[in-house]
């Protein structure tokens, strides 16, 4: 399917009942299992905390997102792909974000790219739309400033900042973000704003009221250290199982039970033998 029109298909949910499937994948093989179930992948700058153990998410750069956007891209045939666009690509100018979401499309073969901020990135949005270029927006908790005071808290509280949010959903919309993902907001407001808006909110920590949900995969399967946040549901703890794994298999070398006779190759035939044979017959 046209990109374009995969992206068309994605807006045209908010309409319908069913909530808008996405997940995280920063992998070939990962992309390819969340693929058959999900509408969106997002290579999200969270990769740099998830696999390279960064600090931040600030830590993600250009040949990082391009590196993971391409594997995921190729493994993924249904689903949009989307490509965080990392700290520093895109806040310079326009002319700076333009060449960065640019190069990110052309060198993945993603769809679109997700960028943080709302009604002070709408220029920035705009541009990129202009110029073709498919913008998920991201507004609530902004883990590429939050960096900055290290702590991660629940957006929109008081009425204010609900105000504030608002007019940042309004902006990313009219700027031309085809959807927008909405993190860390109490339930309420993440209601009024998907109620306000023409274009999917996709929530993560921000309720069932979002026209879809997004997750880190590797949160949900329980693959990253430390405890998750609350808004993460636990559907496996692979950690677990993969430590059981590594304890068996060091356990099975120490006591020489591995390898065993299936996982060794048999004799080397003696070549010169089986041509005399041969010769013989
Ligand atoms: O980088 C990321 O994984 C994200 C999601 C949390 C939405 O931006």
């Known amino acids: 399917m046209l990109k374009d029109l995969m992206i068309k298909n994605l807006t045209a949910l908010k309409t319908k009942t069913t909530p808008i499937i996405c997940l995280t994948a920063y992998s070939a093989p990962m992309a390819g299992i969340a693929d058959q179930y999900c509408d969106l992948l997002l290579v999200g700058d969270s990769v740099s905390m998830v696999l390279y153990g960064a600090e931040s998410t600030q830590e993600a750069d250009m040949p990082m997102m391009i590196r993971h ?74 883990p590429q400033s939050v960096a900055a005071d290290g702590t991660y ?19 990313v919309q009219e700027a031309g973000a085809f959807c927008m993902v909405i993190e860390a907001v109490p339930e309420t407001l993440a209601a009024e704003i998907t109620t306000m808006l023409g274009i999917p909110t996709i929530g993560i920590g921000a309720s069932v009221a979002c026209d879809g949900q997004i997750l880190v995969t590797e949160d949900m399967l329980g693959l990253t250290l430390g405890k998750p946040p609350k808004f993460v549901k636990q559907y496996a703890t692979l950690n677990a199982e993969i430590e059981k794994a590594i304890e068996q298999y060091a356990n099975e070398v120490t006591s020489r039970n591995f390898p065993a006779k299936e996982n060794t190759y048999g004799a080397v035939k003696d070549s010169t033998k089986t041509k005399e044979i041969k010769k013989a017959s």
Do not use: W
């Open 69 to 142: 956007g391409k594997a995921v891209a190729k493994a993924a045939t249904k689903a949009i792909v989307v490509v965080d666009m990392p700290y520093g690509s895109y806040e310079q100018d326009l002319i700076q974000a333009l060449k960065n979401a640019q190069k990110i499309m052309d060198e993945t073969g993603c769809d679109a790219i997700k960028l943080e901020g709302g009604a002070a990135q709408a220029d920035t949005i705009n541009y990129l739309t202009d110029n073709d270029i498919p913008v998920m927006a991201h507004i609530g908790l902004l």
């Open 153 to 171: 808290r629940v957006q929109g509280k008081d009425a204010d900042a609900a105000e504030i949010l608002k007019q940042d959903a309004i902006a």
